[in-house]
């Protein structure tokens, strides 16, 4: 193991080790602003997490453009509001401190970041950033996110900084317990329609369309989801999917919830005590509410 503190030439250092990697990395760092994209060259399927809220998009900390540059190269984008990590997992090289990804970090600021290989804390690293990957922007919310970038100001050789004044909540996580059977006859066309008016309004390429049958939906889009499928071999849970449209009946009586969910593949509730305790079993076993903190965990199992 070999670790040491960096306080010189810190972003020639993680740049070269983003270019020399051969590997996927995970970040997660709080602004990525102007030549983000030149100064973190990260590789396909890696994953990075920043703070694209409208606060920090609307005053210049993060900006889309960068964040779609590396979209367009195969790199998964996520939010996640308040984000103040600054957390670097380049191949098996740990960087942690100070630094943002910005122009300003590289050639004004006086920045520290301790770096290391020790496997222990590159693994806790990642099932950390892995925690905070709930939120996955696509082209299309990028591109709207871009329409609100505005340059940050420059006072005396600084940026100007808004009051982050952004207090919304994150979204709801659901859980929905379901059963493979077949679709209420006489509601056929109202399937249709959902099914078309969702696959507009996907926005993720790299995630799959799924949708379910309920009764007195009490879901908005936005909400997370997490469906626990009843089979015959057992429960399977999905990835947590992001809901994208609702379709009601005409007599209101139910309808169909459309999701956009993570194309990866589901699990088996019996094999997940190692990462799951007895609690986080039964809470998936019934229908409700959850906390965001109960996401996170979820999320990690897929890691």
């Given at each position: 193991m070999k670790s040491s503190l960096l306080t010189q030439n810190i972003w020639h250092e993680i740049s070269l080790c983003a270019k020399k990697t051969k590997d996927k990395s995970l970040v997660a760092v709080a602004y990525f602003s102007q030549g983000g994209a030149k100064m973190l060259p990260l590789k396909k399927g890696s994953k990075l997490v920043v703070d694209a809220s409208e606060s920090a998009v609307s005053s210049g900390m993060t900006s889309p453009q960068e964040l779609l540059e590396l979209y367009n190269k195969g790199v998964e984008i996520y939010s996640h509001?308040?984000?103040?990590?600054?957390?670097?997992v380049i191949g098996t090289k740990l960087f942690i401190g100070s630094a943002n990804v910005s122009y300003r970090s590289s050639n004004t600021l006086q920045?520290?970041?301790?770096t290391s290989s020790d496997r222990l804390l590159v693994k806790d690293s990642k099932q950390f950033i892995t925690s905070l990957c709930t939120k996955e922007l696509g082209e299309k919310e990028l591109l709207k996110l871009k329409d609100k970038y505005k340059a940050p100001k420059i006072t005396n050789g600084q940026k100007s900084k808004k009051a982050r004044s952004d207090t919304s909540n994150y979204p709801s996580l659901h859980v929905f317990n379901l059963t493979r059977e077949r679709y209420t006859k006489g509601y056929e066309e109202s399937l249709q329609k959902g099914r078309i008016t969702a696959k507009q309004k996907k926005k993720g390429k790299r995630h799959l369309q799924d949708e379910f049958e309920w009764n007195k939906i009490s879901l908005k889009a936005g909400d997370w989801v997490l469906q626990v499928t009843q089979e015959n071999n057992g429960k399977f849970i999905s990835p947590i999917g992001v809901v994208i449209?609702?379709?009601?009946?005409?007599?209101?009586?139910g309808g169909y919830v459309f999701l956009e969910i993570p194309n990866k593949r589901r699990k088996n509730i019996n094999q997940l005590e190692k990462k799951l305790n007895d609690k986080d079993i039964q809470l998936l076993k019934r229908n409700g509410k959850r906390a965001s903190a109960f996401a996170k965990k979820i999320n990690l199992i897929w890691e």
């Open positions: 509001r308040y984000l103040h990590a600054k957390i670097f920045e520290a970041v301790f449209h609702i379709q009601k009946w005409p007599d209101n009586k």
